[in-house]
Every structure is written in structure tokens, then in C-alpha cells.
């Protein structure tokens, strides 16, 4: 339970979001619920794809379905809520409700950051050690990783809410966001937070200098070992297996650096909701689109599911 300055005690917030724009809610409505069901579609086919098709069961598919499975939860713990609230005039959230869904979505988000460096060094150990790629990613390392991601995000997170709501907060508890966010609550303390800014701003940090590194590791092996394929075809062949991971790291990280560390008297309300929007709702859509577009393994899976289907009728 939070404070105020007068040591009064408050149960929950208010968490205005678009309510500055009605006309615009609506169609927010409408268009996020769209979204929403495609996520969830996209994501649960690539899940159980990964699961039917015995081709699938490789290291690459075992991460990818973990990663569907975050992009499932993350976006469940934040916009079923959200389209409540554009469709009534109740826009409360109670204070244990506040916590859970920063706690719950800043550990899916951390979870997220740290798998996509796990996925990079996969493409590694299958371009640059092919001959040894399945004694290196034996299935209990591969799941030791996915344990591994899950219990440092989620760590991460437990250490910035803590952090976040330890602060005492000031007499309006209303949050001019859609969701529980760490810029959006700092700006409801009444004491200077640039101790607190500096603590979660190095927690940050951390949390993608890790995973990035790996990326950057990975991926500089990775263009040196294509670069000696004599064939273009072969070339073309090795980067294809890259190219979508590369695309949702680069929607991933972009967005997180854009909302986590910039300056916080930089940070303006209206692009925090825009780019939360993207996070929580674009990017765990097209995640799905990005991997199967071009993707030949996932699309023959899909057929052979759909055709099985249709001869057993």
C-alpha cells in the first residue's frame, strides 16, 4: 500500500490513459482487440507447430516457442485491461493489481531481452559449428538457457518494483498512462528521484549490456564465418536463417531503449503511451508474421497440420 505525504494510506490508482481523448478510444478499441486476436492466434500456432511437427523440435523452434509463449503472456498481462477500460468509465486499478502488472510485465519484458541473446548465440553455434551444433546445444543446456532467461528477468524486475514502490508517492494517484509503467510512477513521487532514476537506470542497463553483448558476439561470428562461403547462394542461405531474428531484436531493443533510457525530464507522456503501445501490442503480433513469412520449415508445418486435418474429416 502506497503513502501520501500526510501518512495516509490509498488502495489503488487511477490510470487515466486515453480518457484525455474520447473520440479516440473507440477506435482503439476496436483496432487493439483486432491485434490482440491475432497475437494470440499467431503465437499459439508457432507453440503448437513447435510441439506437432517433429521437424520443429530443434533448439531454434524450442526458443522460438518460448518466445511465443512470453509475447502471449506479456500482452495478456496488460491489454485485456486495457480494452476494459476504453469501453467503461471505471479506469481504477487497485494497488496489489498495480504491482502485479509491473512485477508481472517488467519480468516478461527483462525475460524477453535476455532470450533473444540466448536465440542469437543459437544462430552461432549453427552457422559457425555446424558439425558440433547438436552436442553443444544438447536439449538440457537449451533448457537450462530458457531457465536460466526466465529467472533473470524475473529477478531484475522483482529488484526495479521494489525499488519503484518503495518511494513515498504524492497525493494524486492518478497515472497518466494506460498501464503500471516505471516512468509513469516515478512521476508520481513527491520526494527528487534522481537517486532512484540512477538505481533503476543501472539496473537497466544491466539487464541489456548482458544479452546484447552475446548479440553483438554472436552475430560478429557469425557475418566472418558467411563472409568465407565461397557461393553467393550459400551466403544468401546462412543470412536467411538470421534475418528474422535480426528484425524482432531490432523492434525489441529499439523500442526498450526508447522507453527505459532516456532521460526522465525528456520523456514525454503522449510518446510513452505510443511507444508502450508498440511494445505491448505491435511487436508480440508481428513477431509471429516476422519468423513464418519467409520461413519454410514453419509454413510446410503449417500445411502438413492443415492437410492432416482435412483427410481425417
Request: glycine share 6%; with cysteine.
Amino acid at each position: 500500500m502506497g503513502t501520501f505525504p500526510n501518512g495516509s494510506s490509498f488502495m489503488g490508482f487511477i490510470l487515466l490513459g486515453f480518457s484525455d481523448r474520447p473520440q479516440l478510444e473507440l477506435v482503439l478499441f476496436v483496432v487493439l482487440l483486432i491485434f490482440y486476436l491475432f497475437t494470440l492466434l499467431g503465437n499459439t500456432t508457432i507453440i503448437a507447430l513447435s510441439h506437432l511437427d517433429p521437424h520443429l523440435q530443434t533448439p531454434m523452434y524450442f526458443f522460438l516457442s518460448n518466445l511465443s509463449f512470453l509475447d502471449l503472456c506479456y500482452t495478456t498481462s496488460t491489454v485485456p485491461q486495457l480494452l476494459v477500460h476504453l469501453r467503461t468509465a471505471d479506469k481504477s486499478i487497485s494497488f496489489g493489481g498495480c504491482v502485479a502488472q509491473l512485477f508481472i510485465s517488467l519480468g516478461l519484458g527483462c525475460t524477453e531481452c535476455i532470450l533473444l541473446g540466448v536465440m542469437a548465440f543459437d544462430r552461432y553455434a549453427a552457422i559457425c559449428k555446424p558439425l558440433q551444433y547438436t552436442v553443444i546445444m544438447h536439449p538440457r543446456l537449451c533448457a537450462l538457457m530458457a531457465s536460466a532467461s526466465w529467472f533473470f528477468g524475473f529477478g531484475n524486475s522483482l529488484l526495479q518494483t521494489v525499488l519503484i514502490f518503495l518511494l513515498p508517492l504524492c497525493g494524486r494517484n492518478k497515472i497518466d498512462h494506460f498501464l503500471c509503467e516505471i516512468p509513469a510512477l516515478l512521476k508520481l513521487a513527491y520526494v527528487d528521484t534522481t537517486v532512484n532514476e540512477s538505481e533503476l537506470f543501472f539496473a537497466s542497463v544491466i539487464i541489456l549490456l548482458i544479452p546484447v553483448a552475446l548479440i553483438i558476439f554472436s552475430y560478429g561470428q557469425i557475418v566472418r564465418a558467411v563472409l568465407r562461403i565461397k557461393s553467393s547462394a550459400g551466403q544468401r542461405k546462412a543470412f536467411g536463417t538470421c534475418g528474422s531474428h535480426i528484425t524482432v531484436v531490432s523492434l525489441f531493443y529499439g523500442t526498450a531503449i526508447y522507453a527505459y533510457l532516456q532521460p526522465s525530464n525528456n520523456y514525454s507522456q503522449d510518446q510513452g503511451k505510443l511507444t508502450s503501445l508498440f511494445y505491448t501490442i505491435v511487436t508480440p503480433m508481428v513477431n509471429p508474421v516476422i519468423y513464418t513469412l519467409r520461413n519454410k520449415d514453419v509454413t510446410g508445418a503449417m500445411k502438413k497440420v492443415l492437410c492432416r486435418g482435412h483427410d481425417s474429416r
